[in-house]
């Protein structure tokens, strides 16, 4: 079967950085997609990775690894607002999204 | 302002009610999807729409129902809902483009008694 595995939960201080982990097995590899979503809220893109390497965007960053199955986002200069689920989800061969159950990162002042 | 806007935001229904969930797009993207989000799951596909006039089943499809008569609409009815269809439900829609990210909208929030 096809599976998405991300933890849980995360703490982290406000100025500090953060690695979120993901890794998959999915039939396939079309894609691998970062959301943000705040409490109460939609889920709103945040990076596209297809390739292996770091692509970075201001604060935020994602690598991926197609051979280890691998991606992480750093969140770097952490601020309050960025307190919210972090989902990752993998487009496989018939282009259809397999979503990661979320990471919900909390910030500490 | 452009984008994807859900109706109703918050219903609670009786079991075996009928139900449509109203999603309307005005960015012409030819995919549309409807999720739903459980605590501790991922989002998971009910039904997705390619382009007008086309529908597909998705991961969880039993007892949910899609039309795409046009490129802005796509409803979601429960034809008879049941407790286990209690969730926040997500429109979204997506371009051909390189990335074909989602786009959200803002949920609806359904809650079977």
């Known amino acids: 079967g096809q599976n998405i595995d991300q933890p849980t939960e995360m703490t982290a201080t406000e100025g500090a950085i953060v690695q979120i982990n993901c890794t998959y097995q999915?039939?396939?590899?079309?894609?691998l997609f970062w959301y943000q979503q705040h409490a109460g809220e939609a889920p709103t893109f945040l990076s596209y990775?297809?390739l292996d390497g770091l692509e970075e965007k201001g604060r935020f960053s994602s690598f991926l690894s197609r051979s280890k199955g691998y991606s992480y986002l750093l969140l770097k200069e952490l601020q309050m607002k960025d307190s919210a689920s972090y989902l990752c989800?993998?487009?496989?061969?018939?282009?259809?999204?397999?979503w990661g159950a979320g990471t919900k990162l909390i910030i500490k002042p | 302002i452009a984008g994807i806007t859900q109706a109703p935001t918050s219903q609670i229904l009786a079991a075996g009610r009928r139900m449509t969930l109203r999603c309307t797009q005005d960015?012409?993207?030819?995919?549309m999807y409807w999720y739903r989000q459980d605590l501790g799951l991922g989002l998971r596909l009910i039904h997705y729409?390619?382009?007008?006039?086309?529908?597909g089943k998705g991961e969880v499809p039993d007892g949910y129902s899609v039309s795409r008569a046009n490129t802005d609409d796509f409803p979601l009815t429960l034809a008879s809902a049941v407790p286990s269809q209690t969730s926040v439900y997500f429109c979204?829609?997506?371009?051909?483009?390189?990335?074909?990210?989602?786009?959200f909208g803002e949920g609806s929030r359904l809650t079977v008694l």
């Open positions: 979204a829609s997506s371009d051909s483009g390189i990335t074909g990210e989602l786009f």
């Open positions: 960015m012409r993207h030819n995919a």
């Open positions: 729409s390619n382009t007008a006039g086309t529908t």
């Open positions: 999915t039939s396939g590899f079309n894609g």
């Open positions: 990775n297809v």
């Open positions: 989800a993998v487009r496989d061969r018939d282009y259809q999204l397999i």
